[in-house]
């Protein structure tokens, strides 16, 4: 996901994506000993800076066990987040259920960037952030819709957990978002 930072509109090109959120993510990973450094475009994967995407080398995935079952499901009046946790826990817990855009193109009109069409996909358009607290293994969020005013024609609800003070995904979700009912 492209989570766009605002902390270079000062330069005069304006990032109609950016939301501050996303930079006090970034500033958080820094903070919790995540990432060295703060830059721009980042790739942070399984919570951690990664930086040999550059050198186009693939990330190896490798998990001991399940953390649980995450489900999100859309409803009339906004989307529930559920997730089934495979071992019980007292601990709170933060969802984060966002609208992503495809397809993007932005024209830049100031900057290093200037006179460039940039094209973007994976955008996060806008999200919803909240805390749950389990009952036995299970946790539910309710959010209300996602709207933005840059929804595209080819648009994904995506979810993920984390807890409140640490920005490491826990689990995460995702799909296709079928706009065709609305």
Request: charged share 25%.
């Amino acid at each position: 996901m492209a989570l766009h930072v605002d902390y270079w509109d000062y330069l005069g090109w304006p990032d109609p994506y950016g939301d501050k959120r996303n930079q006090e993510r970034h500033y958080a990973y820094k903070k919790q000993g995540h990432t060295r450094a703060i830059y721009t475009p980042e790739i942070i994967l399984n919570g951690r800076d990664y930086t040999i995407w550059r050198k186009g080398e693939y990330p190896r995935f490798h998990q001991d066990q399940s953390p649980g079952e995450l489900e999100v499901s859309r409803e009339d009046n906004g989307i529930k987040v559920y997730f089934q946790r495979s071992q019980a826990s007292p601990e709170a817990l933060r969802a984060t259920v966002a609208l992503l855009g495809f397809g993007i193109k932005h024209d830049i009109k100031a900057g290093e960037n200037k006179g460039k069409r940039l094209a973007h996909e994976f955008v996060v358009l806008t999200q919803h952030i909240g805390i749950a607290h389990p009952v036995g293994k299970l946790y539910l969020w309710k959010f209300p819709k996602l709207y933005s005013e840059h929804t595209r024609e080819r648009s994904a609800i995506v979810a993920w957990l984390d807890r409140p003070k640490d920005n490491r995904p826990i689990q995460a979700v995702g799909g296709w978002a079928d706009w065709s009912s609305e």
